[in-house]
């Protein structure tokens, strides 16, 4: 027998390379069967958590304020002279407001148009002059001792030559802090309403491991006030006469939901 017949005779069976390509697939192969087996564990591992969700109420003074104020005028012939009505009646308007300790930089135009208008007379339609409108917002501070001076701006302004009145909104200017305070606020509730649910349900909380907010109400819905004086007098409408506007107390209200571990 020659000497490589000898060799081959000796070698092992499992360095064959089809025994060993073998071997490997089953490898392979277990591996992916265990895998698979484990997915829903690997991808969808139990949280274990459980969410609760707090309110935080803060009550305050609104000591800010902005009331739109505006002027129309209606079926002027020429475009030009609509205009020019318009910038007469606003000029008288701004002038009136800034008396009321009013300045210039808090008073901001907010919309101005010119419009064709036209009547109808037996489905034909016909010219009937132009219509302009401006409006501007009046911004007033410190207004929590009084709304005084927010009553005396209408007035003055309606005085003058003010035919809308669009809105008013009433605010606080430290809206940030106040927004912190009721977070906290709703944090400690959720903490408590925690705390007695788990001792019902005979678990226990670790730590926390997430939280969410939700703005239930702040400052800035716009008050519900507003006035119209189409077809008033030259001056505006209202005269001598002065709105009641009381603010109130106000709130912010923010829930939080927080989310525990559980043990």
Excluded: C, H
Aim: hydrophobic share 40%.
């Amino acid at each position: 027998m020659s000497d490589s017949n000898l060799v081959l005779a000796d070698k092992p069976l499992w360095r064959e390379p089809k025994i060993i390509l073998a071997f490997l697939g089953m490898i392979l192969l277990t591996g992916i069967v265990v895998v698979a087996l484990l997915r829903d564990r690997l991808v969808n591992v139990p949280q274990w958590q459980v969410n609760v969700t707090g309110q935080g109420k803060v009550a305050y003074q609104p000591d800010t304020a902005e009331v739109t104020i505006g002027v129309q005028v209606d079926r002027v012939y020429s475009a030009e002279l609509a205009i020019k009505q318009l910038n007469e009646k606003m000029e008288k308007i701004i002038t009136a407001v800034k008396t009321v300790d009013i300045s210039a930089e808090n008073i901001t135009t907010q919309n101005f148009s010119l419009n064709p208008q036209y009547d109808y007379r037996d489905g034909v339609q016909i010219p009937a002059g132009y219509s302009a409108n401006q409006q501007v917002v009046v911004k007033l501070k410190d207004i929590s001792t009084g709304n005084d001076k927010l009553t005396k701006v209408i007035a003055e302004a309606t005085k003058a030559g003010a035919n809308q009145i669009l809105g008013i909104n009433f605010s606080i200017s430290n809206v940030e802090e106040l927004k912190q305070q009721a977070r906290l606020k709703a944090i400690v509730d959720a903490k408590s309403k925690a705390g007695s649910l788990a001792e019902a349900a005979g678990v226990r909380l670790g730590k926390v491991v997430g939280w969410w907010e939700n703005i239930i109400q702040v400052p800035g819905v716009p008050g519900s006030y507003s006035y119209y004086g189409y077809g008033g007098s030259e001056k505006g409408g209202l005269g001598d006469a002065s709105p009641t506007l009381p603010t109130g107390s106000q709130e912010i209200i923010i829930e939080v939901s927080v989310s525990y571990k559980v043990k």
